[in-house]
């Protein structure tokens, strides 16, 4: 919500928690990661969102946060899903890493990075800054085995085979690829056709991380060899069909390189 603050003389957001036990337990880690950012980012290198203070009203715990502008998806939304400029990718991609290059330093893993969580510091600018850290955690200190929005779920989420800071990693590729093309590469409409899609660029993961999966035989026969499961169309999705040259039709790798 945006709100004045009478005492500051300043516009905030402020981010309210529903009065629940679960989300109330998710809400004191979320502001401990928080506290522990802005002590060790006091002058707001780290491009992520300033964290001013919290209290509690009718049971609801309140996030004050800096007020920012519209997201990296309502972006591409205002351009039609066109795409945005190479240029401006490159900006934003470097501003994202800064942030990611600051949490992974302190070890936390965002766990929810996406375009809906990556705001513009002002409309029609190439500054942006990570907000959102209502699933991250501390990389010794993981909490949730369900993370990750489902297109920018890394392999390894999927499969429930333990995670670290690298899936933050795959969400941002998967982001990059959406900011140039204006679509997700990655569109699953549930998890199974997610690691379809995966599997069409990247072929079928390794045999032992298809063996350490407790979830191997929602996703692959007992050789391994992935199920052919029809999505709600009636498409089946086949390993090594598709190439990301093709997924980036308009463009050279050379172009990515920051």
């Known amino acids: 919500i945006k709100c004045y603050d009478h005492k500051t003389k300043e516009y905030v957001c402020v981010k309210i928690i529903k009065s629940n036990i679960k989300f109330y337990e998710q809400a004191k880690i979320e502001i401990q990661i928080l506290d522990y950012i802005s002590r060790n980012d006091i002058h707001s290198f780290s491009n992520i969102v300033k964290f001013y203070t919290h209290f509690t009203f009718r049971n609801h715990i309140c996030l004050v946060f800096e007020l920012l502008d519209i997201n990296l998806f309502e972006y591409l939304q205002h351009n039609d899903f066109n795409g945005i400029h190479i240029n401006k990718i490159r900006s934003y991609t ?102 379809n899609y995966i599997m069409e660029y990247f072929d079928v993961p390794p045999k032992e991380m298809i063996e350490s999966s407790p979830k191997m035989k929602k996703f692959f026969d007992k050789t391994g060899t992935p199920l052919r499961t029809p999505n709600t169309n009636g498409k089946i999705r086949m390993p090594s069909t598709k190439t990301l040259k093709r997924f980036r039709w308009s463009c050279s790798t050379r172009v990515f390189v920051l």
Not at 101 to 124: G, M
Request: hydrophobic share 40%; aromatic share 12%; proline share 4%.
């Open 94 to 195: 470097t501003e994202i890493l800064f942030a990611l290059l600051f949490l992974h330093k302190h070890r936390i893993i965002h766990c929810d990075l996406k375009p809906e969580n990556i705001l513009l510091l002002k409309h029609k600018t190439s500054n942006v800054k990570v907000i959102d850290f209502g699933s991250s955690c501390f990389d010794k200190n993981k909490m949730y085995s369900y993370i990750q929005s489902r297109f920018y779920r890394a392999p390894e989420v999927i499969l429930e085979l333990g995670y670290s800071l690298q899936i933050d990693i795959w969400s941002l590729g998967c982001i990059i690829c959406e900011l140039y093309t204006g679509y997700p590469i990655f569109p699953g409409e549930n998890e199974k056709e997610q690691l």
